[in-house]
C-alpha cells in the first residue's frame, strides 16, 4: 500500500502566506506525478498544481503567480507555498500522487486525507 500523509493548512488572513506538505511512504516503485487538489464547498475538486516526473509544474489559472509547489523527488515529498491567500482559496487542499508500486506494472492514484485552509479575516 501507498500512503500520503499532508501536515500545514489552517486560518490565514486575506493577503497572508501559508505552507502544505505531503509525503508518501509504503510500497512505491516511483512516483509518475505528485501535486495537490482542493474542493471548496459546494463546489468539485479542482487541479492546483502537479509536478510530473520531468520537473514540469502545472498549476491552475486561479493560482499562477501566487502559489509555488516544489518536490524533493528522492524524498517523495511534495510542498504548497500559498502566498497572497484570497478567500476564494478557502478550501480542503488533497495531496495527490500517481504512483508505480511494488508490483509490476502496477500503476496507483493515491490521495491524501485531505486539510483544511481557510482564509477569513
Known amino acids: 500500500q501507498v500512503q500520503l500523509v499532508e501536515s500545514g493548512g489552517g486560518l490565514v488572513q486575506p493577503g497572508g502566506s501559508l505552507s502544505l506538505s505531503c509525503a508518501a511512504s509504503g510500497s512505491i516503485f516511483s512516483i509518475n506525478a505528485m501535486g495537490w487538489y482542493r474542493q471548496a464547498p459546494g463546489k468539485q475538486r479542482e487541479l492546483v498544481a502537479i509536478?510530473?516526473?520531468?520537473?514540469?509544474?502545472n498549476y491552475a489559472d486561479s493560482v499562477k503567480g501566487r502559489f509555488t509547489a516544489s518536490r524533493d523527488f528522492a524524498k517523495n515529498t511534495v510542498r504548497l507555498q500559498m502566498n497572497s491567500l484570497k478567500p476564494e482559496d478557502t478550501a480542503v487542499y488533497y495531496c495527490?500522487?500517481?504512483?508505480?508500486?511494488?508490483?509490476?506494472?502496477?500503476?496507483?492514484?493515491?490521495w491524501g486525507q485531505g486539510t483544511l485552509v481557510t482564509v477569513s479575516s
Open positions: 495527490n500522487a500517481v504512483v508505480a508500486d511494488t508490483f509490476p506494472g502496477r500503476v496507483l492514484e493515491v
Open positions: 509536478i510530473a516526473n520531468g520537473g514540469r509544474t
